[in-house]
């Protein structure tokens, strides 16, 4: 039998076993590639969906693939995001009405008890016949008046709240007829327009008068910096020379600011941590308000605003 009559079959099998596996391996790589667009790309989406909302970006939504296969697992998704969405919002704008109404409850506790003192010091100053300090006084208690009576608005910018804390400054430095030296540095034209609580400084500098300076009967200094730290972080520093404040009484102060918690407001409040605990819901940082002993032997308080 020739050899080729008997080689045939065999060659002939070798090709229909190379057209059956390049077949194959085609059917294969259309299998992957149909698998990938119809399976691996629609759930890569959807997994890139949810990383982006974990990430808290609420408002994104996963676009559906041609397939109608991961319908369901797309409109879940959306919904649920769509949901998520409007109670954060909700959740948010409750957290910012109920800030407010705790910084005006703060503010509310904010009792400026020199004005009684200056009617009575007015008074004795007209009796005396000095119209032209009586004038004086009558203006910047008018203006003081006006600035505290305003409601329109629980912020203010800094430079009306540092204007503000001047006029107190000065209305008590005249009271105390020379013996309290009142000394403030310029505002950073940067800073000048930038919202702060109101009210947050003039009741340092009285708390600084009533328990430092008030008693001193000669050589009282007050004094308020500004310091830059950058861009967008004022440091505002009020400080005196008062021979009152003991390290017990420091520690004491220092201590009761630490404990002032993010959900409850301490019965009781004082001044300073009235102060220290409106800046806190304002700025959302528990480090914008410290005590210290200032080098000139008083309290140093030490506010620092942090800007967006």
């Known amino acids: 039998i020739p050899d080729g009559l008997l080689s045939r079959p065999t060659g002939l099998f070798a090709v229909l076993i190379v057209i059956f596996i390049s077949l194959s391996v085609f059917v294969m790589v259309i ?11 629609p759930l890569q989406n959807l997994i890139s969906s949810f990383d982006r909302l974990r990430q808290g970006d609420l408002s994104v939504r996963a676009q559906k693939p041609e397939t109608e296969d991961f319908n369901y697992l797309y409109d879940s998704f959306n919904h649920m995001a769509a949901e998520l969405e409007q109670l954060v919002s909700e959740n948010y704008k409750q957290e910012i009405l ?58 203010v910018i800094l430079s009306d709240e540092k204007d503000h804390a001047m006029i107190y400054s000065n209305l008590q430095a005249v009271r105390f007829s020379g013996r309290i030296e009142v000394d403030f540095d310029a505002l950073p034209v940067e800073f000048e327009n930038y919202q702060v609580p109101k009210l947050f400084l003039q009741p340092l500098i009285e ?35 008062g021979q009152a404040l003991t390290q017990e009484r420091l520690a004491e102060l220092q201590r009761r600011l630490e404990c002032l918690g993010a959900d409850s407001i301490p019965a009781g409040l004082s001044g300073m941590l009235n102060i220290a605990r409106r800046l806190q819901i304002y700025f959302q940082s528990r480090d914008c308000f410290s005590l210290s002993r200032s080098h000139l032997g008083g309290l140093c308080v030490t506010v620092r605003l942090y800007f967006k």
């Open 31 to 41: 299998f992957f590639i149909q698998s990938v667009k119809l399976i691996h790309h």
């Open 207 to 241: 708390n600084a008068f009533k328990y430092g300076l008030e008693e001193q009967l000669s050589g009282a200094i007050l004094r308020v910096r500004h310091v830059r730290k950058s861009e967008k972080e004022l440091v505002i520093m009020v400080e005196a020379n």
């Open 98 to 155: 109920l800030q407010k109404a705790e910084l005006r409850q703060l503010q509310a506790q904010i009792n400026p008890h020199f004005l009684y003192n200056n009617f009575f010091w007015l008074q004795r100053v007209i009796s005396s016949g000095d119209i032209e300090q009586a004038e004086q006084i009558t203006q910047e208690l008018g203006t003081y008046f006006r600035y505290i009576t305003r409601k329109n608005s629980d912020l």
